[in-house]
């Protein structure tokens, strides 16, 4: 080995554990078993390159734990937030809270994305920027600080999260027309379809029916005083529609 390259080697090192370091800072949580924070960076194409596909080798079962520790702070912060909440609307909540979209964009502003570990092909189809990586990274992270400290430093980490996205769904809902792209767009599913499907009443006074389709079927359908506000029940209708057929599945 060259001079050359060790000093390029050694510089990396140095470049990725100042990264890590402001990651954690951003996380909220410093690390005792770094080798969490590095498993939770770790995608399931870079061990598959290495030959070890075996549980333990990626984030996956990290991140299996993460969504269950996600999910059960989210519920405990929403029950103590808004305890005069039905729980249609908690429910509501929850789904957005915890979604790809909210957790993808969580993962971009903590820097997760230059951090993480992958095999050349997904470096290569652009890994480090896709939504669902990034989201799963997140929930690996989570799984991962409460290996690390245990319920309460995750529900300090989460918390942080939860804070930040139920300001952006109160800032006129993230638009349902924007939740719902974001949502399409991190399944791999084409975007809505808006369609005007009746404008009734005077011209002082119309009423808009717009519908909502998703790969040709309806999936909501909402009444508005103009076509951008039709449009909006519609998305939102739809994002109900599909909460309960995920709920059903």
């Not at 996380?27 to 498993?39: C, E, N, Q, V």
């Not at 999260?161 to 139920?166: D, M, S």
Request: charged share 25%; hydrophobic share 40%.
């Amino acid at each position: 080995m060259t001079i050359k390259r060790q000093t390029e080697e050694i510089e990396t090192r140095d470049l990725r554990e100042v990264m890590e370091r402001a990651l954690e800072q951003a996380l909220g949580h410093t690390f005792t078993d770094r080798a969490l924070l590095l498993l939770a960076l770790t995608h399931r194409s870079y061990s598959n390159e290495r030959g070890d596909d075996s549980a333990g080798a990626h984030f996956e079962q990290l991140e299996f734990l993460g969504d269950s520790v996600l999910g059960l702070v989210t519920c405990a912060w929403l029950y103590r937030r808004h305890p005069e909440q039905p729980e249609g609307e908690l429910s509501r909540a929850m789904s957005f809270l915890v979604s790809a979209p909210v957790l993808s964009r969580h993962a971009r502003d903590l820097g997760v994305g230059p951090l993480l570990r992958l095999g050349v092909g997904e470096e290569r189809s652009g890994g480090r920027f896709k939504a669902s990586i990034l989201a799963d990274a997140a929930e690996a992270l989570f799984g991962a600080v409460y290996l690390d400290g245990g319920l309460e430093a995750a529900e300090t980490v989460i918390h942080a999260l939860l804070e930040r996205a139920a300001g952006e769904r109160a800032d006129d809902s993230l638009d349902a027309k924007t939740v719902l792209q974001e949502r399409l767009q991190a399944s791999g599913r084409p975007l809505p379809r808006y369609g005007l499907v009746a404008a009734e009443g005077p011209d002082h006074a119309k009423t808009f029916t717009v519908e909502c389709r998703v790969e040709g079927s309806r999936v909501g359908i909402a009444h508005g005083r103009n076509k951008k506000a039709a449009e909006q029940g519609a998305a939102a209708a739809a994002l109900e529609a599909l909460d309960l057929m995920a709920g059903g599945s």
